[in-house]
T-cell receptor, first 113, second 111 residues
Framework: DQQVKQNSPSLSVQEGRISILNCDYT??????FLWYKKYPAEGPTFLIS?????DKNEDGRFTVFLNKSAKHLSLHIVPSQPGDSAVYFC????????????FGEGTQLTVNP | DGGITQSPKYLFRKEGQNVTLSCEQN?????MYWYRQDPGQGLRLIYY???????QKGDIAEGYSVSREKKESFPLTVTSAQKNPTAFYLC??????????FGEGSWLTVV
């Protein structure tokens, strides 16, 4: 049972345009969501997170939107840069701190110069 | 520098052998995790440990074993019972928040 799904395995955008990566979840107990970025042969690095008490969180070029009723979140990158090309993982957790994360399958973002 | 160190980065295993992947952290984090990544799949949890001398199975624990004798260390043994061990393995740790910090990963290939 895939509780966190990223339905697009890949996304290609032009430099300077907006990148929108989507993530859906099924577990209504999830209350904390994170995005990680991963380059080949490296560990994922934390990008941005959002708690279920918010519907938007912004950090520089990165904004995460959460729609709890639709169990959907999205990551917007504006403007996109070639260095943003990586695999992006959505992750979710429920309840207590330090609890286990459930990851989506990842979306390969390619930003073309 | 604080961080998570995994070793070796590349490891080749013969059929029937056990191999151990090392994970050390100097972040003073209580919880540590092992994930596996396969092409086109998300990170899947193998084992996790919330405190020293305690650990729990994750979603795909079969064929793996761990120990947590020290707070800083969480080694993963890939046993011969693991039928498809070739993958990228990631160790991670976290403290009071839910943000997890990852090591650089270890590539394991069966030859």
């Amino acid at each position: 049972d895939q509780q966190v799904k990223q339905n697009s395995p890949s996304l290609s955008v032009q430099e300077g345009r907006i990148s929108i990566l989507n993530c859906d979840y099924t577990n209504s107990m999830f209350d904390y969501f994170l995005w990680y970025k991963k380059y080949p042969a490296e560990g994922p690095t934390f990008l941005i997170s959002i708690s279920s008490i918010k519907d938007k969180n912004e950090d520089g070029r990165f904004t995460v939107f959460l729609n709890k009723s639709a169990k959907h979140l999205s990551l917007h990158i504006v403007p996109s840069q070639p260095g943003d090309s990586a695999v992006y993982f959505c992750a979710a957790s429920a309840g207590t701190s330090g609890s286990r994360l459930t990851f989506g399958e990842g979306t390969q973002l390619t930003v073309n110069p | 520098d604080g961080g998570i160190t995994q070793s070796p980065k590349y490891l080749f295993r013969k059929e029937g052998q056990n191999v151990t992947l090392s994970c050390e952290q100097n972040l003073n984090h209580d919880a540590m995790y092992w994930y596996r990544q396969d092409p086109g799949q998300g990170l899947r949890l193998i084992y996790y440990s919330q405190i020293v001398n305690d650990f729990q199975k994750g979603d795909i624990a079969e064929g793996y074993s761990v120990s947590r004798e020290k707070k800083e260390s969480f080694p993963l043994t890939v046993t011969s019972a693991q039928k498809n061990p070739t993958a990228f393995y990631l160790c991670a740790s976290t403290t009071s928040g839910n943000t997890i910090y990852f090591g650089e990963g270890s590539w394991l290939t069966v030859v």
